[in-house]
Structure formats: C-alpha cells, structure tokens
C-alpha cells in the first residue's frame, strides 16, 4: 500500500508539473510560423464600455484589455489566430501608445487593471489566439534627467551619459552604430544595459512577465539602438519568439540581428513593397530584394512581414488604389515570412504620419462586410488551410508590372499595374504543375487555367491578384 500511495503521489506530481507546463508554455519561434498576426494598438482598438468617444489622436482615447476581448469574434473572423498588442507597463504622461515607460512593475491602468490583462490573455487562448506583448528595454518616458519617478531606474548611473553625442545627446546619425546605442532616441533617456542592475532588472522583469501574464511571443521596440549581447540575454529570458524593430532599410544591417533575437521586421522587405505597390517601382526590385534576403538572413521564415505599422503613414494615405493595396496586402500574407496586419487595414483606413496612422477603431463600427475585410479574411483562410508555411516561396516570373512565385501548389500572381490597367497576360513556363493540372483562382472560382504544353497563361485585369491552387 506505501508502494502505491508512493506511485500515485508520484503520477500526480508529474501531472502537476505538466499541467503547469502546459498553461505556461509560451511558444518558440518554430511553433509562430503558423500564425498570422494582427497588430492593434490597445487605447485604439475598443473601449471597455462599448462607447465610442471622440478622440484625439495625440492622447488617450480610452481603449481597454477587456474591449479587446468582447471584440475577439471580429479579429478572428478574418482568420487571425495571433495579437500584438501595446506594451503593457505604467507609462509616463500621455504615453497612450505604451512606447514611455515609467514602471516595470505596474500595468497601464488606462488599459485596465492585473486581472483585465489575465482575462484578456485567457479570453484569447480560449479561442486559440495567441498574445504576443510588446516591450522596450532601450528607454523609459521622457522625463528629461530627473529620474526620481522611474520604477527601478530612479538613479543617473542606470542611464548613459552623454560623452560622445551630439550636443542635445540626440542620435543624430543612424550609421554611427556607437552613437546610435550611446545617445538619446527622440530625447528619451537611454538605459545603460551594461550597468549589471540595468540588465538583471530588465532580463528578470521580462521573463516573469511573460510567465505571469501567460504571454505567447514578445516583440522588441529599438533594438539598434541596444549592444546585440544584451538582446541574447532577453530572448533567453523571454522563453518565447521574439520578433525585435529594426527599422532601416539595409538588408546587411538588419539581417545582423537575427540571432541575437529569433526574428526581426522585415523592415527592408517593407520599403521595397512600399515603392514597388504604391510608386509603381519595378517588380524586378522584389526579385532581388528577395535573393539578397536569402543571402543575409539566417532564418527568412520567422521574419514579420508587414506593409502597415503604427510607425509609418497608412499605405492608403499616399495610394488610393485599392488593387494596389490588395496586391500589396497579398504578398505580405502569402510570401514566405510571419504576416503581420496592422488594424483598420479591414476598414480601409488611410491615416498619414503618426499620430493620423493610429485611429480609433471603433469609428468604424466593426464592419464584417467592408471589401478588406472580405478580402483578408479569403487570404488568410486559405493561407492556413494549405499550410504554406511548410514550403518555400519560389519565384516563378518577374518584369516591370508581374511577379509571381509558388508556395508548394499555391501560384500567386501579382501586378502593380492598378485598377487602371486594362489587361496584362504572361505565359508560365517554369512551375510545379504537370500537363493536365486545372488551377482555378481563389477570388473567381470559376477562372480556372489548365496546364498545356509545359505551359499556362495567368491574365490579371484592372490590377488584380490572383492566387491559383489545383482543382
């Protein structure tokens, strides 16, 4: 009897441990290349109330954790099984967008309380969302040098000094990779990570986070602007993906931090989508942007692609061209990568440069029958049930105004012709697809092409996309 009371003592604490496993278990980066991301930002997204107050855009508007969570049903509708949203600590005054902390230790009350945060991730979980959180470890709120209010980091020898920076301690040179981690970004007051309290503290801090609150994945603010060895330290401590902002255009650059961080935005990617969708640039830009990501990067697979972010003007505010944007929109969510839609793209939202980009959501009624809406949601519904995660993006043609490329049957064909562009055709002669093979396309389900001859013709009128799988 002692032998079995031994035994079934032991089955239950192994179960315990699993059960704990099991509801801590953020997720690593191999297990994000399924998801698909929508970025909100949490004061914009809804309120707790379900009230929809006018707001201005350079503060507060008084969106809420538990407002996110009653509006679960729409961000899931278009297929989206991830969340990014704000940072989540106390920020300093007017710090609405979460980028200005002033306390590790407490959340946002403007988002709500402790418990709101834990329902709000439960409530996700419960519907197979993953939350993935955002931080900064680079700075805290701008409170000049008067860090009394600062929670820990209420001391000058946590911060760097200005020896070396220009003369308002402003990065003023990004090329200047010592003056870019030394000096202040925007005139925000720059942790010193080399001071072991500063680290211990910030490293200690993430991980009982991402622990207490259930957090699945973690996307880091500035990361440039902090020594590369520090961001290792993080990802350790994080125990889950990490996504880190590296916002430059050069591929070497930007590539240089995956592996310190599992992933970085594919920020590159971004500007040569932007020139190439709503300034016409060539599609040939795509192709070689593409080889010099297979170069450089180690992993393009967990890169975060996006075309829209809080960061940059809305594409919509400098191109009105809905196909455009479709075209756009397409190859963010189906080329190889982890797809990231910023909200209101559903609802067509143009805002210009920050704060215009960040809109209340709520002004648009949560509209299911918007064309984005309908159109995402196609996009992201078949991108999950053909996994293309599991294959490789290969081009397949290109010139000026066509690109296409395959993700194992999948055939997307592109253009940045624009709505009004009459007719564009090319014949396809290296692809996957034995003679016979009918391809019909996702948005025309009766547009079907059969492969002849080696060979088959994809025609795309008035700027569409399409997106071809065997019938």
């Given amino acids: 009897n002692r032998a079995l009371s031994t035994t079934i003592t032991m089955r239950r604490v192994a179960l315990a441990a699993l059960w704990v496993a099991c509801v801590f278990a953020a997720h690593n980066a191999t297990e994000w290349r399924s998801r698909t991301i929508y970025q909100l930002l949490t004061d914009r997204f809804a309120t707790g109330d379900g009230s929809s107050p006018s707001c201005d855009l350079s503060n507060y508007c008084g969106g809420k954790w538990s407002g996110i969570?009653?509006?679960?049903?729409?961000?899931?509708?278009?297929?989206?099984?991830?969340?990014?949203?704000s940072p989540v600590v106390k920020n300093t005054n007017g710090g609405y967008h979460g980028y200005w902390s002033q306390d590790l230790y407490?959340?946002?009350?403007?988002?709500?309380?402790?418990?709101?945060?834990?329902?709000?991730?439960?409530?996700?979980?419960?519907n197979d969302i993953w939350v993935m959180v955002?931080?900064?470890?680079?700075?805290?709120?701008?409170?000049?040098?008067?860090?009394?209010?600062?929670?820990?980091?209420?001391?000058?020898e946590y911060y760097h000094d200005?020896?070396?920076?220009?003369?308002?301690?402003?990065?003023?040179?990004?090329?200047?990779?010592?003056?870019?981690?030394?000096?202040?970004?925007s005139g925000l007051?720059?942790?010193?990570?080399?001071?072991?309290?500063?680290?211990?503290?910030?490293?200690?801090?993430?991980?009982?986070?991402?622990?207490?609150?259930?957090?699945?994945?973690?996307?880091?603010?500035?990361?440039?602007?902090?020594?590369?060895?520090?961001?290792?330290?993080?990802?350790?401590?994080?125990?889950?993906?990490?996504?880190?902002?590296?916002?430059?255009?050069?591929?070497?650059?930007?590539?240089?931090?995956?592996?310190?961080?599992?992933?970085?935005l594919s920020y590159p990617m971004f500007f040569t989508l932007r020139n190439v969708f709503q300034q016409h640039s060539s599609m040939y830009d795509i192709q070689s942007q593409f080889q010099s990501y297979q170069d450089s990067f180690k992993d393009v697979s967990l890169l975060g692609n996006f075309i829209d972010n809080h960061d940059q003007a809305r594409f919509l505010s400098l191109q009105s061209d809905y196909w455009l944007y479709k075209n756009a929109i397409t190859y963010t969510l189906m080329s190889v990568g982890i797809p990231i839609i910023y909200y209101g793209t559903e609802q067509g939202y143009a805002g210009g440069n920050d704060p215009k980009n960040r809109e209340a959501l709520w002004s648009s009624g949560y509209k299911t029958s918007s064309d984005l809406y309908s159109f995402i949601q196609k996009v992201v519904d078949y991108r999950k049930s053909a996994q293309i995660w599991n294959y490789n993006q290969v081009q397949r043609y290109a010139d000026d105004t066509f690109y296409a490329f395959t993700r194992g049957?999948?055939?997307?064909?592109?253009?940045?012709?624009?709505?009004?562009?009459?007719?564009?055709?090319?014949?396809?002669?290296?692809?996957?697809?034995?003679?016979?093979?009918?391809?019909?396309?996702?948005?025309?389900?009766?547009?079907?092409?059969?492969?002849?001859?080696?060979?088959?013709?994809?025609?795309?009128?008035?700027?569409?996309?399409?997106?071809?799988?065997?019938?």
């Fill in 409 to 471: 049957e999948t055939f997307v064909a592109l253009t940045n012709g624009g709505s009004n562009q009459a007719s564009l055709s090319r014949t396809i002669t290296y692809h996957p697809y034995t003679n016979g093979t009918v391809l019909c396309d996702l948005f025309w389900p009766d547009d079907c092409i059969t492969v002849s001859g080696g060979k088959f013709v994809v025609t795309l009128l008035h700027g569409e996309c399409k997106i071809f799988f065997p019938r």
């Fill in 106 to 126: 407490s959340v946002n009350s403007y988002f709500g309380n402790e418990q709101d945060l834990i329902n709000f991730v439960q409530a996700c979980h419960n």
């Fill in 189 to 264: 007051p720059d942790l010193n990570q080399a001071n072991s309290y500063v680290a211990s503290q910030l490293t200690s801090w993430l991980s009982s986070m991402v622990k207490k609150y259930n957090f699945d994945g973690v996307r880091v603010d500035t990361v440039p602007e902090v020594e590369k060895s520090f961001w290792s330290s993080m990802q350790s401590a994080a125990g889950a993906y990490c996504v880190g902002e590296v916002y430059d255009s050069r591929v070497p650059y930007v590539s240089g931090y995956q592996g310190a961080l599992d992933a970085v």
């Fill in 134 to 156: 955002d931080i900064v470890g680079n700075h805290v709120g701008p409170v000049n040098y008067d860090y009394n209010s600062i929670n820990p980091f209420n001391k000058a």
């Fill in 162 to 185: 200005c020896n070396g920076c220009p003369s308002n301690c402003q990065i003023q040179d990004f090329t200047n990779q010592p003056q870019v981690e030394h000096c202040r970004l």
């Fill in 69 to 85: 969570a009653k509006h679960l049903d729409y961000i899931k509708g278009m297929g989206f099984d991830a969340i990014w949203i």
